[in-house]
């Protein structure tokens, strides 16, 4: 695949079908993931692949719970906006959250990702990235969550055995499979509308109309 | 470029030339960062291309500054330590690092890379990801740096009048030019020693011995 196409369509696909990812495609995910760039090389990262149906069950139930505080709080009445607003980008994506939130426990593969010593995050999402990126490449879509991360911390850690002590904390759960849906390049507002020259508010001086990759380009 | 090509080779290429980037190379720089998903789509970012020599020199000797405090402090006897280890590595890196210390007030392009409401990271990293990935697409290397954002932070943000009030901070800036070294794929650990299954200490299972991309890869 081209690097540009991955680039341009690699966003999150919550609903996937529960066809298993095959081995050689999660080890490529994973192979790619640790060629990104962390602080000082220090590779501060684990990786769990989950892919025992229990085991995913287990999670899957904690981030339905997690999910459910998240909406409890940091987005409580986000639904409601979104309705009175006639908000239909919203409202498709918290349709697809609620989907990925009661199909979790269902999904063939999570990853859970665990760092340490990265408090803004700068060596680990990199590396999150390419894995996401990675599977877009083998036609696995991918969607990074973390609301298990503030919400069910530690009953995510203590599930899995990850070891406190030890400073590793979970970063984030990445969802994979199939997906049900089409790929295709997600809506952004315009970059000249978020990019400056040489100072705040100073303009590009771009005549750019966005995406500068579609599907037809070479 | 193909995909994993960029994913494998892109690193911190500290060592640039004085060469500009031409602007249609800057655009699809920022264009396909902002590609990138964000948490709730929010896409609180804003990017500052820096392309003017003064304001290179300013933000570039900011950089030294913070450099020489993180040296002092975080890195206190780093390189004193790689010398008694005879750990070559670490020291080609110090090199480097010390290269674009003494240099980033001349390099051809800065990205000064600001956020708001993202204390984990987990929205901006990503799409600076997607920019450093982009630029590896067109022969641009790039480096990823946070010293000023720790070390000299409200003087980087004043001399690009970034609004502290709103919210924003810089999260990061990367360094771009054409490299005078050669890409190639980055020294990890095996994956094998970072990849759990189902479980912490639980081995994958797989036999895989380094890179599974590589220059005669398809």
Not at 162 to 178: D, H, L, M, Q, T
Not at 199 to 216: E, I, Q
Request: hydrophobic share 40%; net charge negative; aromatic share 8%.
């Amino acid at each position: 695949m081209d690097l540009y196409e991955a680039l341009y369509t690699t966003r999150a696909m919550r609903r996937v079908s529960t066809e298993p990812v095959p081995e050689d495609v999660i080890q490529l995910m994973l192979d790619a993931a640790i060629r990104a760039p962390s602080g000082s090389n220090m590779q501060n990262w684990r990786w769990l692949v989950i892919t025992d149906p229990e085991k995913i069950a287990t999670v899957g139930h904690l981030y339905a719970e997690a999910f459910d505080m998240g909406m409890k709080t940091v987005y409580a009445g986000a639904k409601e906006r979104a309705e009175a607003a006639g908000d239909q980008q919203s409202l498709r994506v918290q349709s697809s959250s609620q989907w990925l939130r009661d199909n979790m426990a269902n999904v063939p593969l999570l990853v859970v990702v665990c760092d340490r010593n990265d408090p803004t995050g700068s060596s680990i999402y990199p590396a999150i990235w390419n894995l996401m990126l990675a599977a877009r490449g083998q036609g696995v879509g991918t969607t990074l969550t973390t609301f298990s991360s503030h919400f069910r911390h530690d009953e995510t850690r203590e599930a899995l055995g990850i070891p406190a002590e030890k400073g590793w904390r979970v970063s984030a759960i990445i969802s994979c499979g199939y997906p049900t849906g089409k790929w295709g390049v997600a809506a952004r507002g315009p970059v000249t509308d978020v990019v400056f020259r040489d100072h705040w508010d100073n303009p590009t001086g771009w005549d750019v109309a966005g995406p500068l990759w579609s599907a037809g380009s070479k």
